[in-house]
């Protein structure tokens, strides 16, 4: 939720810090362009990506963007409304060791279309899509059902916040100790 970002200022990010693993421009407001611009060679480090909030993204963008970061693991493009079918066929291809998709609110994709497209992610284990767009007949009672048939493997709905490149110091390990970025740091 940072404004003001500079598109200059994330290009150097994605191309100088060469270890970053995680980045986080929720609700940022950042452009197509400056997302079509970052990590220009590719990245190898980075494998978690949060780009949700961005009302206008288009798939040709998130394809882009994927093809350049073939190490992802986690992605949310929750209330990326433009998104649609298209974007889970380009995400699985470019994602092949994606183990959590957020999908929350992106009302082009149906629960039909996750439940014919999930195959394509042999990694995911997790999920995300509150709330889910029926748009096919089907009850959310009914898509829990088929999910747990269709694709046992996979939670639904257990991460309602993403934890890309969030810090969690209200997690206490024990006096003097907290957890932040997955990091024990000592007081």
């Avoid at 190898?44 to 990506?49: I, K, R, S």
Wanted: with cysteine; aromatic share 6%; glycine share 6%.
């Amino acid at each position: 939720m940072c404004e003001g970002i500079q598109t200059d200022t994330l290009v150097l990010v994605s191309t100088k810090c060469t270890v970053l693993e995680e980045l986080n421009l929720a609700w940022c407001g950042v452009s197509e362009g400056c997302l079509q611009r970052l990590f220009p060679d590719g990245s190898d480090t980075l494998q978690q990506l949060n780009i949700s909030g961005g009302r206008t993204l288009q798939t040709d963008t998130v394809t882009q963007l994927t093809q350049r970061l073939p190490n992802l693991t986690v992605l949310d493009i929750s209330d990326c409304s433009e998104l649609g079918l298209a974007v889970l066929a380009s995400v699985a291809l470019n994602c092949v060791k994606l183990e959590q998709l957020s999908l929350s609110r992106v009302y082009g994709i149906t629960m039909t279309d996750l439940l014919n497209q999930l195959d394509q992610f042999p990694c995911l284990t997790y999920l995300d899509l509150f709330p889910a767009k029926n748009g096919s007949g089907m009850s959310s009672k009914q898509f829990t059902e088929r999910m747990s048939e269709q694709f046992p493997h996979i939670h639904l709905d257990k991460n309602p916040l993403s934890h890309i490149s969030r810090p969690c110091n209200s997690l206490r390990v024990g006096k003097g100790i907290s957890v932040l970025w997955e990091k024990i740091l000592y007081s």
